[in-house]
């Protein structure tokens, strides 16, 4: 399962909170909250993994919290999760689905896609958002 778990630094700043990657050098966010921080820190984690991936380059592993630096005693180690999607598995595939027929009559009538709407169930159950 391609799901990765990194540490990030957190330091209070007088305009929010500054996050960055111990081991991803040159990757740093600034916003005004941990919680939009955490959230920049995936989109940042998952592009860096991808971009990794593409010029088929290793993924560091996650260092150890006892080998992290941190400067200032105010300042946070937090692990980030984020989930990758290897770019040998981003073909589509075929999968049957079971449903009552008066539900597939009805989602029809209504045009519905039901490809589309068994992939945004099967991210929303795994937290996954969708890849850009």
Known sequence: MPNYIYPVVAEQTPTGVSMYFPDFPGTAIAAPSVVSGIKD???ML???I??????NESVPEPSEIDAIQIEEPGDRIIYVEVFVIPPADDKTVTKNCTLPKWLRDAGEEASLNFSQLLQQSV?????IEKRP
């Open 41 to 43: 820190a995936k989109v």
């Open 50 to 55: 991808e971009e990794l991936n593409d010029n």
């Open 123 to 127: 991210r929303e159950a795994l937290g």
């Open 46 to 48: 998952i592009n860096r």
